[in-house]
């Protein structure tokens, strides 16, 4: 099973600026990545696949990078609507296919 | 628009036997894989398994095995998650999430997800 570890688990950031979040993952997985945010009492939303591609209608403030085994979440000019938790995910070996534990963005 | 909504939430003792659906629409049902992910209060996201409604195709995850079943009714577009003897440990939500239709079925992610079910398990 390949485990999905993402960091940190808590990120504080002002409205308006930047936050970068971590997927690490125990192999390989190659691009075979997605991201997805939940909203408190709301169901996850796809944001990226392919560990670069933004989802139809994602705002182009989300981007995506990395390969293999790094993973890079960037939200770029956080809006008020992009406080939330977002999680990993890996498609590359399944089944199982793996979520990381999440990282909430919090308002500083 | 592809929509997946599912059943209400439930209140079960220990013991009792439960079944949720998920009811896909605006697209071909039978043809996209539907998972099931559980989200235990406060907890991130697990993947329970996997189920293809063409042929009843099930993967489950290894911590899932044996713990529940997925079926599907393709006839009324409609997959479920049941369990035979709950326990108070299967308190969560469990969400319902279809195949991305521009995914394949090697290297899929998941969109959209259905609204969730809330299983409360009480004594």
């Known amino acids: 099973e390949i485990v999905m570890t993402q960091s940190p688990g808590t990120l504080s950031v002002s409205p308006g600026e930047s936050a970068t979040l971590s997927c690490r993952a125990s192999?390989?997985?190659?691009?075979?990545l997605a991201w997805y945010q939940q909203k408190p009492g709301q169901a996850p939303r796809l944001l990226i696949f392919?560990?670069?591609i933004r989802a139809t209608g994602i705002p182009d403030r989300f981007s995506g990078s990395g390969s293999g085994t790094e993973f890079t979440l960037t939200i770029s000019s956080l809006q008020s609507e992009d406080f939330a938790v977002y999680y990993c995910?890996?498609?590359?070996?399944?089944?199982?296919?793996?979520f990381g534990g999440g990282t909430k963005v919090e308002i500083k | 628009e592809v929509q997946l909504v599912q059943s209400g939430a439930e209140v079960k003792k220990p013991g009792e036997s439960l079944k949720i659906s998920c009811k896909g629409s605006?697209?071909?049902?039978?043809?996209?894989?539907i998972a099931w992910v559980r989200q235990m209060p406060g907890k991130g996201l697990e993947w329970m398994g996997i189920?293809?409604?063409?042929?009843?195709?099930?993967k489950y995850s290894p911590s899932f095995q044996g713990q529940v079943i997925m079926s599907v009714d393709k006839s009324i577009n409609t997959a479920y998650l049941q369990w035979s003897s709950l326990k108070a440990s299967d308190t969560a939500k469990y969400y319902c999430?279809?195949?991305?239709?521009?995914?394949?079925?090697?290297?899929?992610?998941?969109?959209?997800w259905g609204q969730g079910t809330q299983v409360t398990v009480s004594s």
């Open positions: 999430t279809t195949q991305a239709q521009h995914s394949s079925s090697r290297y899929m992610w998941f969109d959209p």
């Open positions: 605006g697209y071909t049902f039978s043809i996209y894989w």
């Open positions: 189920i293809y409604p063409g042929d009843s195709d099930t």
């Open positions: 192999q390989s997985v190659s691009s075979n």
């Open positions: 392919g560990a670069s």
């Open positions: 995910q890996q498609y590359d070996n399944w089944p199982p296919l793996t």
